[in-house]
Structure formats: structure tokens, C-alpha cells
């Protein structure tokens, strides 16, 4: 649900990475846009992520275990 509220761009370069591990470059070339503009949409894609998910009770308790989001 949370990424059904992502600009198209950003939530697919955000489920190709963190979904589909996927890196920067097999991204770029996936979507047929530059490095830096794939790590600008994950940069965007990330902080909305993180911003939904600390106000839901489920999604905050699992990155509170990640090491990726974890704040600890």
C-alpha cells in the first residue's frame, strides 16, 4: 500500500532495488535513464518509504529489525 502512493518512477526504482536487489546500474539501464537519475529517484523513493512506514506500527516494528533502516 505504501508504494501504491509513489510517483510510477520512484516506486520502480524503489521495488527494483530493494525488492528485486537490482543495482544502480542495472536500473539505469532497465529504465533507460542515467545512474544519477536512478540514485535521485531512490534517494526520494527511500525518504518517502522510511516517512510512511515510521506511521505504521507494523512496517516501524520491521525497521527497527533491518539493518538497512534501523535507527540503532
Known amino acids: 500500500q ?3 502512493r509513489f510517483p510510477a518512477d520512484e516506486r520502480i526504482a524503489f521495488a527494483l532495488r530493494f525488492i528485486d536487489g537490482m543495482g544502480v546500474n542495472e ?3 532497465m529504465t ?3 545512474t544519477g537519475t536512478v540514485k535521485r ?6 525518504g518517502r518509504f522510511v516517512s ?3 506511521r505504521d506500527p507494523v512496517l516501524r516494528e520491521r525497521m527497527e529489525h533491518s539493518e538497512r533502516w ?3
Not at 529517484?41 to 527511500?46: P, S
Request: aromatic fraction near 0%; avoid cysteine; proline fraction near 0%.
Open 2 to 4: 505504501v508504494l501504491e
Open 27 to 29: 536500473i539505469a539501464a
Open 32 to 34: 533507460q535513464v542515467s
Open 41 to 46: 529517484r531512490l534517494t526520494r523513493a527511500e
Open 52 to 54: 510512511a512506514a515510521e
Open 70 to 72: 534501523s535507527k540503532s
